[in-house]
């Protein structure tokens, strides 16, 4: 999700980030740097946990499975967070929006672990409803309508998310209505407090 996400800032509306002055090599070197930091790192780690015996399935479907992934998952999204907001002296000053972007989504992460400490949120919908939330925000607060097709589409992605979770079995409605509500929740208070 954050790597749909800044493509869409990136290469959609760089303005945003202040990036636009950027070549889209330097945006994409950027973009690959999120991809690994918030997708190759959760996704070897829960591999990790998995060969380990930590976790019993790569699918996380059970409540023990959950909590230690989605926490450590968490703090290497703060690292990541931390890394673009303060040791990035270019990424820091220009488009320190990148920084408080990928901390909002690693406290959304951590409220999952949080949450299913006693019962199953939906982090999928957590996800997609956060990057359909700090879309659809971006574009209210900034006045931008660049993004109404890829927010449109976000949508659609977003119920299809959904009914896929239920068609699976591998959430209730309250579950998946919970967590989208949480994803954009959060989103909605980062964009309208913190850029």
Same mark, same amino acid.
């Given at each position: 999700?954050?790597?749909?996400?800044?493509?869409l800032?990136?290469?959609?509306?760089?303005?945003?980030?202040?990036?636009?002055?950027?070549?889209?090599? +330097?945006?994409?070197?950027?973009?690959?740097?999120?991809f690994?930091?918030?997708?190759?790192?959760?996704?070897?780690?829960i591999?990790?946990?998995?060969?380990?015996?930590?976790?019993?399935?790569? +699918? $996380?479907?059970?409540?023990?499975?959950?909590? $230690?992934?989605?926490? +450590?998952?968490?703090?290497?999204?703060?690292?990541?967070?931390? +890394?673009?907001?303060?040791?990035?002296?270019?990424?820091?000053?220009?488009?320190p929006?990148?920084g408080?972007?990928?901390?909002?989504?690693?406290v959304?992460?951590?409220?999952?672990?949080?949450?299913?400490?006693?019962?199953?949120?939906?982090?999928?919908?957590?996800?997609?409803g956060?990057v359909?939330?700090?879309?659809?925000?971006?574009?209210?607060?900034?006045?931008?309508?660049?993004?109404?097709?890829? $927010? $449109?589409?976000?949508?659609?992605l977003t119920?299809?998310?959904?009914?896929a979770?239920?068609?699976?079995?591998?959430h209730?409605?309250?579950?998946?209505?919970?967590?989208?509500?949480?994803?954009?929740?959060?989103?909605?208070?980062?964009?309208?407090?913190?850029?």
């Amino acid at each position: 999700m954050p790597t749909i996400l800044f493509g869409l800032l990136l290469f959609q509306v760089p303005a945003v980030l202040g990036m636009d002055a950027f070549s889209k090599s +330097l945006r994409l070197s950027l973009l690959v740097l999120i991809f690994v930091g918030t997708f190759m790192v959760p996704s070897l780690l829960i591999y990790y946990l998995y060969r380990s015996g930590y976790v019993k399935s790569l +699918l $996380l479907t059970s409540l023990a499975d959950r909590r $230690l992934p989605y926490f +450590l998952i968490g703090i290497v999204y703060l690292f990541v967070a931390y +890394l673009f907001a303060f040791q990035m002296q270019l990424i820091s000053t220009l488009a320190p929006e990148v920084g408080i972007m990928i901390g909002s989504m690693a406290v959304s992460i951590l409220f999952v672990g949080i949450i299913s400490l006693s019962w199953q949120i939906s982090a999928h919908t957590v996800g997609i409803g956060g990057v359909v939330g700090l879309i659809a925000c971006i574009m209210i607060k900034f006045g931008i309508t660049d993004l109404f097709f890829p $927010l $449109l589409l976000l949508v659609l992605l977003t119920g299809l998310v959904a009914s896929a979770r239920l068609q699976l079995n591998a959430h209730t409605p309250a579950q998946i209505s919970a967590g989208l509500a949480l994803g954009l929740s959060i989103s909605l208070f980062t964009v309208f407090w913190f850029m």
